[in-house]
């Protein structure tokens, strides 16, 4: 990566100059012209990112202590699986900065996504609620997972509070970079729902289109297009070639940056997405991993992960910045060999409520807060990152709604709490798969996909096809649930006996909780049922000053077709 070594090689050659700069107090013009070269290298090369980090390499000498809330930071990959960091035993070991980040902060082992596709899953973050509570589901059909491709028509509930709108009223400045996947429309978008700033995408990079039949993806800067991927923001599907994983890492340390100058507590919102099929990396990174282009994808996100964390050293906010890592839900093993990631011993993988499907990789990082090297074996979730955050911020959650998050500063922190075996539940669409407590997961229902799609070559569980469990057929054990012991059998795939005493006792625990959850359960009215071509990204925001507006077809909404 002689590239990488440049920019830090030019970053030491820099600091003499940067101390007589401080000395002669400019600093605060160098960091105006690093914002400006923010603008400029959105269409970007290589020697634009060596110059910008040299510039900001020496952008501030002194530490800017923060408010008494502390600043919050969630990364959220994008299909990115519990066994493709070195710390969860990546054989490759090419995470070193997750893996010191782990080193340093508080590992999370049995950590769960709130559905096993992208979509619900950041919904759930959000709102701290279930898929199926917050409409981010369909009843199109039984146990479907749903998305927001561009043709859908609904977005986040208007009904739904999502954390940024909460949080500004302990005057936190919130910004998502990268993916948001709650909805293109115009009042779905992350300004209309709370956060202040938007640097990236509505949807998945797929493409490139023509845009006379389907359209490339817009790529936003704030409320207005800046361009599409695969044109101004490219993607080369033959190389795997994008330096998107670059933009937003300069576009969230300059957020931090800004913030940290003007005093002001931030949440920062970082949801790169190159990990998701068609994987890509920035030309410093290609070639460079074991795995092949994905893990040059995973190699490019480590970096910028320990380059985030360690701007929060050098300006001295560390202490002051609560991290949290983890991913949306489990690698794509469909993509493989070549795009996907690893689920470690989890069986099968995204769109499946099996263990690959939903437990992730999750790091908490807090320095002079959380003890260093921790491993905390509680369960948790995502729709967990909802309260504790607020809890951090010294807010309370919304009590006019049910919440499935649990605030995990006890946990975080050390102090004595009673959260005891709370169950995680996995959903798929709008029925519940199954339940976990403890170390036990009972199934209600079974299915990996359709034969239908499976012959289409679509496999969610490559080489791991277990019989009575990896069905092909949406499979009923409601009167006799299919129960795994996951510590001995991480895998599911040695079924307890229904005739033993370890059954009939863990099933008599694990009953009531199911039936209170189900009988206490309101749905939310689902928003991921119709799709209409003319509401894709014909037009969006922005597009009149660049001349990138597309003709509109004409609506002909249908119910979506879910497949899986």
């Not at 940067?18 to 400019?26: F, N, Y």
């Not at 060596?50 to 969630?74: A, D, G, Q, R, V």
């Not at 607020?390 to 004595?416: C, E, F, I, K, Q």
């Amino acid at each position: 990566m002689t590239e990488a070594k440049t920019q830090n090689n030019f970053c030491v050659c820099m600091r003499k100059r940067c101390a007589e700069v401080a000395a002669r107090r400019q600093t605060k013009h160098i960091l105006e012209v690093a914002a400006h070269m923010i603008a400029a290298m959105r269409v970007m090369s290589s020697l634009t990112l060596t110059l910008f980090f040299s510039i900001i390499c020496c952008s501030l000498t002194e530490k800017i202590s923060n408010t008494s809330s502390p600043n919050i930071i969630i990364m959220l990959m994008d299909d990115m699986g519990w066994g493709d960091l070195g710390v969860l035993g990546q054989p490759s070991k090419e995470t070193p900065n997750l893996d010191a980040m782990a080193a340093q902060g508080m590992l999370f082992p049995n950590f769960y996504t709130a559905n096993p596709l992208c979509s619900p899953s950041r919904a759930a973050l959000l709102t701290g609620r279930l898929p199926v509570r917050n409409g981010f589901y369909t009843t199109n059909g039984h146990a479907r997972n749903a998305y927001t491709p561009q043709e859908i028509v609904g977005g986040i509930s208007k009904d739904e509070i999502l954390l940024p709108q909460i949080m500004k009223k302990k005057g936190y400045v919130s910004k998502i970079v990268g993916k948001w996947h709650l909805g293109h429309r115009p009042q779905y978008l992350p300004l209309k729902n709370g956060f202040d700033e938007w640097f990236g995408a509505p949807d998945c990079h797929f493409g490139p289109y023509n845009g006379s039949i389907r359209p490339n993806i817009p790529v936003y800067n704030n409320s207005e297009m800046l361009g599409r991927y695969y044109e101004e923001f490219k993607i080369d599907r033959k190389t795997g070639e994008s330096n998107l994983t670059q933009m937003y890492l300069l576009e969230g340390v300059d957020f931090i940056r800004r913030q940290t100058e003007a005093q002001r507590p931030f949440f920062l919102y970082w949801a790169p997405d190159a990990t998701h099929a068609p994987v890509y990396a920035s030309k410093p990174f290609l070639d460079q991993s074991q795995r092949g282009r994905y893990g040059d994808a995973v190699m490019e996100l480590d970096y910028s992960v320990g380059h985030i964390l360690l701007w929060l050293k050098r300006l001295g906010i560390e202490n002051d910045t609560f991290v949290f890592f983890t991913s949306d839900n489990g690698a794509a093993l469909t993509s493989g060999p070549n795009e996907a990631g690893s689920n470690g011993p989890f069986l099968c993988g995204k769109e499946t409520t099996f263990e690959g499907g939903m437990r992730e990789p999750a790091i908490a990082w807090w320095p002079g807060h959380i003890k260093a090297g921790t491993v905390n074996f509680q369960l948790a979730s995502v729709m967990d990152l909802f309260p504790t955050s607020l809890a951090l911020a010294g807010l309370s959650p919304p009590d006019d709604r049910a919440l499935d998050g649990l605030d995990l500063t006890p946990v975080l922190l050390n102090h004595p709490h009673k959260q005891g075996n709370r169950p995680i539940f996995y959903y798929r669409g709008n029925e519940l798969m199954a339940v976990r407590i403890g170390q036990y997961k009972a199934h209600y229902w079974t299915w990996s996909n359709s034969l239908e799609e499976f012959n289409k070559g679509i496999d969610f569980c490559p080489g791991e096809e277990v019989p009575g469990v990896t069905t092909h057929d949406q499979k009923e054990h409601t009167l006799q649930p299919i129960l795994f012991h996951l510590g001995r059998d991480p895998g599911e795939k040695f079924p307890i006996s229904v005739s033993s005493h370890e059954y009939q006792k863990v099933l008599s625990r694990i009953s009531p909780v199911v039936e209170l959850h189900k009988s206490t359960l309101v749905p939310g009215v689902p928003q991921l049922n119709m799709c209409d071509v003319a509401v894709m990204n014909w037009a969006p925001a922005g597009c009149e000053k660049l001349g990138k507006c597309l003709k509109v077809p004409k609506s002909q909404p249908w119910k979506c077709d879910w497949p899986h």
